[in-house]
């Protein structure tokens, strides 16, 4: 009777072979999770000042993006009827998002509260119907790392994202 099977000496091979590779891979994997969720992240921000543009665009009145202190903490989509660039209570809100995780965002001055359109497309400060020209920039980074995305808005209402350095995210 011929019996079938590995043997405990195959096993234990087969075991320190898996487990080898799963420590020469799994950093590079980690590493893969926490760039895709940067990238993620910013394109979601991204997302939100495109909607925030057409939305201005599509009424043919300001409409706002503003964050609650932070724009990692989330931030909300809304029509700005007194132009102030603060949600009141009977300003319609478009849209909100939560909270993002793993990341910080580094904001200048101009765009640090929020970023508004008005009608035309262009981004525009608040304070008055058409305000002064807004342009900025937001840098995405992650919380442990040194590199991260840029978002930049040009004076006419345009958003790029591009990758940045290591300086700005340090």
């Not at 989330?74 to 603060?86: M, Y």
């Not at 478009?94 to 904001?107: E, K």
């Not at 590199?147 to 958003?159: E, F, H, K, Q, V």
């Amino acid at each position: 009777m011929t019996r079938q099977g590995f043997t405990l000496l195959e096993l234990l091979t087969t075991l320190t072979v898996l487990s080898m590779l799963l420590l020469i891979g799994l950093p590079g994997f980690t590493q893969w999770i926490h760039s895709t969720r940067l990238e993620a992240a910013t394109e979601a921000l991204l997302a939100g000042v495109q909607l925030t543009r057409s939305s201005a665009v599509m009424r043919n009145q300001r409409v706002t993006m503003r964050n609650p202190g932070n724009w990692a903490s989330g931030w909300e989509v809304f029509v700005d009827l007194d132009n102030n660039g603060a949600r009141g209570g009977g300003e319609p809100l478009i849209v909100s998002r939560g909270a993002q995780a793993g990341i910080r965002v580094i904001a200048n001055r101009p765009v640090r509260d929020y970023i508004s359109f008005v009608g035309t497309g262009e981004s525009r400060l608040a304070g008055a119907p058409l305000g002064g020209f807004q342009a900025g920039t937001l840098h995405v980074c992650a919380l442990d790392g040194d590199s991260g995305y840029a978002l930049i808005l040009a004076p006419g209402g345009r958003m790029r994202m591009e990758k940045a350095g290591a300086e700005p995210c340090a």
